[in-house]
């Protein structure tokens, strides 16, 4: 088992457009493990291939309180979305920000599952949200695309700062004149 590093906004690596998956091997099962140890020991409900930057259109979500609900879609696609609902998000890749963010309130999302079985699922409220938000990684587009400019960019500037500190790359000027 393997803990992923997770891509944090402004990374451009989080706008790459993820391609279909077109064989479900042991691979990609133990790819899929390795996602679901890093979402639940971050802790996260959902994360999607893009944010551990493999391009390939793949997320895991659990949304239940006990983390036994473990879902797995490969190759996502909405087929059915009805009424609206505005829901607080946040996201592994923006920590520390929660934002609201209006989208459909329930879903029919169509996928294969870790062995390769299509599936179908109907579902609403915080699954459906999730769902939407992960779908959107692997388009590149991240929950912050739904803000004002000015509060993406507040954020964006928050997290480069908290980057620059981490990394120790700070880039001061020798001499202040
Ligand atoms: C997406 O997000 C989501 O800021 C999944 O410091 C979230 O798992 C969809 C997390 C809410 C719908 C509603 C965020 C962990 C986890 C943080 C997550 C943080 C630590 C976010
Ligand atoms: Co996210």
Not at 126 to 149: M, N, R, T, W
Not at 157 to 168: D, F, P, V
Request: hydrophobic fraction near 35%; include cysteine; aromatic fraction near 6%.
């Amino acid at each position: 088992m393997t803990k992923l590093d997770i891509l944090r906004f402004p990374d451009k690596r989080l706008r790459t457009k993820a391609v279909e998956i077109s064989t479900v091997d042991d691979n990609l099962r133990t790819f899929v493990a390795d996602m679901f140890e890093t979402m639940y020991e971050a802790p996260g409900i959902g994360l999607a291939a893009t944010q551990v930057n493999y391009h390939k259109r793949l997320m895991v979500i659990d949304v239940s309180e006990d983390n036994n609900e473990p879902l797995c879609f490969i190759n996502p696609v909405i087929t059915h979305k009805e009424g609206i609902e505005v829901m607080q998000e946040g996201c592994l890749s923006v920590p520390g920000f929660y934002e609201d963010v209006e989208r459909a309130e329930s879903i029919t999302v169509k996928a294969l599952d870790k062995h390769g079985e299509s599936f179908e699922l109907t579902t609403n409220d915080l699954l459906a949200v999730c769902i939407q938000h992960e779908i959107d990684h692997l388009d590149g587009k991240l929950f912050v695309d739904y803000l004002s400019p000015l509060k993406r960019n507040r954020i964006r500037k928050k997290l480069e700062r908290a980057e620059k500190e981490l990394t120790g790359q700070k880039n001061r000027p020798t001499a202040n004149l």
